[in-house]
Structures are given as C-alpha cells and as structure tokens.
C-alpha cells in the first residue's frame, strides 16, 4: 500500500456546552474530500481522542469510514500508545475500512531505539491494517535516527511515517534520500510542507488543511507535476496561515477559525485544552483573509 497526497485529520466538533456534535463531523468530513483531500484521518491528535469517550470514539470511526467509503478515500485512524499491549489491542480492533492506523512512538516512558523497533514490530505483525509511524520527538521525548526510520520502513506491514521533527534535519535528509519507494514520508509539521515535499515527501497530515483543504491539496499536486515556481509561492503563502494557526496549542485556534465560519457550532475545547485567546484567534482570521484575498 502507497500513500500519497494530503489527508486532513479531522477536528471533534463540539456544541457549546461540550456535547460531541456528530452532524457537524459528517458535514466537516465531506467538505474535506468535496475540497480535493485523498483522504482523513480520525482521531488524530487533532481530534482530542484522549478527552473522547469510548462511545464518542466508536461515533468518529463510525461517521468517518461511512463518508470515505461514499467518496472511495482511504481512512487513516489514530491507534496506540506507549504500552504495546495495549496499542496492539487496538490495531488489532481495526477493521477493513480502515486504510492505515497512524501509531505514535511510545513517549513518556522513552525506551531506547531499539525497544522503539521491536513495540512497532509486535503491533506490524499482528494488526489488520497497515500502519503509519507518528515520529513527533517534542511530544514522545524520544528522537529517532534514520537507521531506526529505515529499519522500520522494511517491515511489509508499516507503509510510511508522519514525520514531525520540527526541521529538515540531517535524519529527514538521510531518510528520504535512502527510504524504500514504497515507504511514503508525510508530512507532519505543516510549516515544512514544502521543503520536505521537495525532497520528494509524499504529501502530509496536515492540521492546517482544515481551514484551507483545496489550497493544500493544491500545493501538493503542484509539487507531485513538477510546478515549481507556482508550488513555491503557495508554499510560502500557505506556512504564513499555519504559523498562525499553530499559535496557541492545536486545535484551539483552528477550531476557533472553523467556528466563526460556521462549519462547526462553538470552538469548544475540553480540559485540559483552553479555548484559543482572542489575540490569537484574531490573528489567525487575519491571516485567512489575506491568504484568501491574495487569491488562493
């Protein structure tokens, strides 16, 4: 399995009050794909599944996999955590309409590279799904080297990393000039989109895509056909409205965004998340009506 283009992760719409709002999940769903997205990915750490009920996170899969499998669009879905036991027993819940399950590197508890291998190993031999690493060393505590990346993309059931390391750094570099073909690099740091695409990633799981699908989706497609020029400007246009939506912790400021728009019905956040400040939150329209204004 190949992965390629952008899959937005959805956010969990929430009501006012803090009640899950499902109607707007399946409206936020098809926009996505409606606005040119090769795919979803639900219960990202966008969507706040560690404040999710099991109910709630049964709902998400639920409305999410009817919607993909109406527009024919693969489904990604967070699984995992630091307790491999654990994190198999839910790849292992995983069923066929299922793309790929996107499994953090166990954090916290920081084990070494080589305990990082051999927990993905155990989840890749017995899940259904494929699965796609989540290398996001900020949050786990733990930086993998590109031996470790590349060891893992050899596995046959683990089909591509969500890089997000906050650079392209000698370890992007070395992975991308020596990863398998069919081992697809993600991006996921919206604001090295660009860059890591040039280097010949994939496409990306891109938070900031919520707010401007067919933009993204755009700027993917114009690197993939070798539009340089036009890809570049986008790039530079877009990393602009991602600084500023990545200004207070994700996704408060882009359910900020997505709530004055009227695409989800409140910017509600549940704790410990805080709602998006005002500043930031003002910022951030700015930064969406330039972007929009300057005709993209």
Same mark, same amino acid.
């Given at each position: ?25 399946? /409206? ?5 794909? #409606? ?28 409305? #999410?996999?009817? $919607? #993909?499998?109406? !527009?024919?669009?693969?489904? *990604? ?6 307790? /491999? ?7 292992? %819940?995983?069923?066929?309409? *299922? ?36 290398? +996001? ?10 031996? /470790? ?23 992007? *570099? ?41 933009? !993204? @989706? ?5 690197? &993939? ?11 530079? &246009?877009?990393? %602009? ?5 990545? @200004? ?8 900020? $965004? ?24 003002? %910022?951030?329209? +700015? ?10």
């Amino acid at each position: 399995m190949t992965l390629a283009g952008l899959f937005v992760p959805l956010v969990t719409p929430f009501t006012e009050d803090g009640a899950f709002a499902p109607d707007a999940l399946e /409206t936020l769903a098809r926009s996505h794909l #409606c606005d040119g997205a090769t795919g979803l990915v639900a219960l990202g750490t966008t969507g706040e599944p560690a404040t999710l009920t099991s109910p709630e996170r049964a709902r998400v899969l639920e409305i #999410c996999a009817r $919607v #993909c499998a109406e !527009f024919d669009a693969p489904l *990604i879905v967070g699984a995992g955590s630091n307790a /491999t036991a654990a994190s198999i027993e839910a790849v292992t %819940a995983l069923d066929g309409r *299922i793309a790929a399950a996107l499994t953090v590197v166990p954090y916290y508890t920081r084990p070494s590279e080589a305990g990082v291998i051999a927990h993905f190993h155990a989840m890749a031999d017995q899940s259904p799904v494929p699965l796609i690493v989540y290398n +996001i060393p900020y949050r786990t505590g733990r930086t993998l080297s590109a031996d /470790t990346l590349l060891e893992l993309a050899a596995h046959p059931n683990i089909v591509g990393v969500k890089h997000a390391v906050g650079a392209i750094d000698d370890t992007t *570099i070395e992975l991308m000039r020596r990863r398998p073909a069919d081992f697809a690099v993600l991006a996921g740091d919206d604001l090295y989109l660009t860059p890591l695409l040039a280097l010949g990633g994939a496409g990306g799981i891109l938070a900031s895509s919520a707010v401007a699908t067919a933009s !993204f @989706a755009e700027l993917i497609r114009a690197w &993939r056909e070798g539009r340089v020029d036009e890809a570049r400007a986008l790039g530079h &246009r877009l990393s %602009a409205l991602s600084a500023a939506l990545f @200004a207070e912790p994700n996704p408060t400021v882009i359910k900020s $965004v997505l709530a004055v728009g009227g695409r989800i019905p409140a910017p509600t956040v549940r704790l410990p998340l805080l709602p998006a400040g005002k500043n930031a939150a003002e %910022a951030a329209l +700015i930064a969406l009506d330039e972007f929009s204004t300057a005709g993209y």
